[in-house]
């Protein structure tokens, strides 16, 4: 994570035009080899360019120690640690998570600035982006993101020219209300007023990839790799990564993320997405220690909560399971959770349990409406599995004229298939698998709703290459669906051979 320090030096280094990267001292390279066989003239030679080198090396110390004792200062005592809104500012204005009780300092610091100075368009943009990142932990968005648009608004009304923060921070509200238009539109305003600082990237990758421009993700997160590096830069490739269908280059990438973080809130975060990863993989047991690690670093790491839900389901730890989800939905009541723990329930033939989860799956995306989020991709899946297949299909119709991704192009053809229509929901789920198409996620769920699409249109041979594939990425990938996976690939049977050609 930054430091206050840091972040002034990124914005000064943004002001002169540069690109803000910190930089790092270059080693020092061996002056002389080690004296023993060579010429005596070459050996005392070499002894005063030792001497010189030693001097000078000796004068640095020297200088280094008149420079850190100060008047007022001892030599050798450790730097005292940013405070807690420092901390949180640095969090929220790079896009990394941040601890929640920093995060409260830090709203209660610029709420008390922006009192007292209502013109004060910086800490209006700090002040709203808090907002976005509460909203998020939190997932009380009905009553954060409203307001961090008014903070927000606010700063660019008190100084309209060159707000990148206030531009940045309403890009960064956008993707969190899956509003990715608007966030394209605003985080293309940012980079237009500052196409140097960096901060700006990350939320042009969020917007180009909620609109499945996966190019012009890839060039934005190309841009950010030459501004900088880091463990924020470096989770934000491993996403990039993962969407392209890279997932050892998302691994990798992942793993320095989480050696680099300082923050136990970054870093937990980090580990989340590693877990995450791990998952999608089909790595049970490490996908586990990394949520469990992740929850150990940050109490408040609500994905990881639910991520250990999915996992020790997957471990047949069931027990354990549905309490890590319900701490999860606790605290974060996501309508994602919901879903999943509902799905968890009917797998385990508890109707009326899956039920209530269910039901409160509604109520949250309703209630996430009144904060501006788009919840209709989510309700559309939802819809598709346990409830009204055609509403699904109405709804994700929508869903992909105004954001034509993967993820929609996967869920609107299964909607389609759902409501009988199997041809046209195969082209929407070619598009959401195939790389021709752009479709290079390794996604068990997409492999398996193109599978039992096929299967549908006695596509027997197609329709078995994708539903063993959907359980050779991950064989967990759903307590409902793999299990029906399975079972239709029983049902298929094995290649049949009548039709295979005969050579002599």
């Not at 030679?45 to 110390?61: D, E, H, N, Q, T």
């Not at 929640?100 to 368009?121: C, M, Q, S, T």
């Not at 997957?314 to 606790?330: I, N």
């Not at 790389?435 to 390794?442: F, I, L, N, P």
Request: glycine share 8%; aromatic share 4%; net charge positive.
């Amino acid at each position: 994570m930054e430091s206050a320090t840091e972040t002034a030096a990124d914005e000064a280094a943004e002001a002169r035009g540069t690109a803000g990267t910190a930089g790092t001292a270059e080693p020092v390279a061996a002056a002389d080899a080690q004296p023993g066989t060579g010429p005596g003239a070459a050996r005392a030679r070499s002894r005063p360019r030792r001497r010189v080198l030693i001097g000078s090396l000796a004068g640095c110390l020297v200088l280094g120690g008149i420079l850190l004792c100060l008047p007022g200062e001892r030599a050798g005592r450790p730097a005292s640690a940013p405070a807690p809104g420092a901390q949180a500012r640095a969090a929220v204005r790079t896009g990394v998570a941040a601890a929640l009780p920093d995060l409260a300092v830090l709203i209660g610091e610029h709420e008390a600035r922006v009192r007292a100075r209502p013109k004060d368009a910086r800490a209006w943009a700090v002040l709203g982006t808090a907002y976005v990142e509460q909203g998020r932990r939190t997932a009380d968005t009905a009553a954060e993101y409203p307001r961090a648009e008014r903070a927000l608004r606010t700063s660019l009304s008190v100084r309209p020219a060159r707000n990148t923060e206030a531009l940045v921070g309403l890009a960064a509200l956008a993707n969190a209300r899956r509003d990715f238009p608007a966030a394209r539109s605003w985080g293309e305003a940012a980079r237009k007023a500052a196409p140097k600082r960096w901060t700006v990237y990350p939320q042009l990758i969020d917007a180009y990839t909620g609109l499945g421009d996966h190019k012009r993700a890839k060039a934005a997160l190309d841009r950010l790799l030459e501004l900088r590096s880091g463990p924020a830069v470096l989770a934000r490739a491993a996403a990039v990564y993962r969407d392209r269908g890279w997932r050892e280059d998302a691994a990798a990438a992942l793993s320095d993320a989480v050696a680099g973080a300082v923050a136990p809130a970054e870093r937990a975060a980090c580990l989340e997405r590693a877990g995450q990863l791990a998952w999608e993989r089909g790595e049970r047991e490490a996908a586990l220690r990394h949520f469990q690690e992740a929850v150990r670093l940050d109490p408040d790491q609500r994905a990881a909560q639910a991520g250990q839900g999915r996992a020790l389901a997957a471990l047949g730890r069931t027990s354990e399971s549905l309490s890590a989800y319900r701490v999860a939905l606790a605290k974060q009541p996501l309508p994602q959770y919901a879903l999943e723990l509902g799905e968890l329930y009917e797998s385990l033939g508890m109707a009326q349990a899956a039920r209530v989860q269910y039901d409160l799956l509604r109520e949250r995306v309703r209630r996430e409406a009144a904060g501006g989020v788009d919840g209709e991709l989510l309700l559309g899946r939802f819809e598709a599995d346990h409830g009204d297949p055609a509403a699904a299909v109405r709804r994700l119709r929508a869903q992909w004229r105004r954001t034509p991704a993967i993820e929609v192009a996967d869920a609107l053809g299964w909607a389609l298939h759902r409501t009988g229509r199997h041809a046209e929901g195969l082209r929407y789920a070619v598009i959401a698998t195939d790389r021709a198409h752009d479709g290079t996620v390794r996604s068990a769920p997409y492999m398996y709703h193109r599978g039992m699409i096929e299967r549908q249109l006695r596509r027997d041979g197609a329709a078995r290459r994708h539903l063993e594939e959907a359980l050779r990425i991950n064989p967990y990938f759903s307590p409902l669906h793999a299990r029906t996976a399975r079972t239709a690939l029983v049902a298929l049977g094995e290649p049949s051979m009548a039709k295979v050609p005969k050579f002599s």
